[in-house]
């Protein structure tokens, strides 16, 4: 796969138990899950203002920035989001860090956006931003990828990137690779549960 394909997928390590009869052994190799990062579009005419601004400035979409740049949606978004107000002004700061060039912003950033998006839907998204959230998943994943940067996400993340990918493609064939390897991550992930 092409560099520039490999920027639109977060790629899981799943490892693989394959049992060597001549040898009796067991032996683990680790397969690359691809995991499609699937686009999210503007819910309405308020989300769509805002991810088109962040879009032409080549950014993530920044809370406090929205709130800044679109004070009309300030009070809302306070009222969503006053309990994690902190929380996204460290993403802000980690956000123009990391625009600035330092990496290890991104991937703080990265690990922010996991946590913050365990709290969405909320009335402002719901309303107003869309789901901001998992966009700037995919594009914080998009711009490690590019740097060539090697990183892990929570379970909770790769099982919601995997239930997206099986959502944007309902209704089409199935591919039995990808769905193999699914089936597999979620074994071990069981498997790991168990032995802690």
Do not use: C
Not at 133 to 139: D, G
Not at 148 to 172: C, M, P, S, W
Not at 175 to 188: A, I, P, Q, S, T
């Amino acid at each position: 796969m092409a560099d520039k394909d490999r920027n639109n997928y977060y790629i899981e390590p799943v490892e693989i138990e394959i049992y060597l009869k001549k040898a009796g052994k067991v032996r683990t190799i680790i397969k690359d899950l691809f995991i499609e990062l699937v686009e999210v579009k503007p819910i309405n005419k308020h989300s769509e203002k805002i991810f088109t601004h962040f879009s032409k400035i080549a950014e993530p979409i920044d809370l406090m920035e929205v709130m800044n740049t679109f004070p009309e949606y300030m009070s809302v978004i306070f009222d969503s989001y006053y309990q994690h107000i902190n929380l996204f002004e460290k993403l802000s700061m980690y956000f123009k860090n990391a625009i600035g060039g330092s990496i290890d912003s991104w991937r703080l950033a990265l690990y922010f956006i996991e946590l913050l998006i365990k709290y969405e839907p909320t009335i402002a998204s719901s309303n107003i931003l869309g789901d901001f959230q998992t966009h700037n998943l995919n594009y914080t994943i998009r711009k490690l990828n590019a740097l060539n940067q090697k990183f892990l996400l929570e379970d909770a993340t790769v099982e919601y990137l995997i239930k997206r990918h099986y959502e944007a493609h309902e209704g089409q064939p199935r591919d039995r690779e990808f769905d193999k390897l699914v089936e597999l991550w979620h074994y071990n992930i069981r498997e790991k549960d168990l032995r802690y």
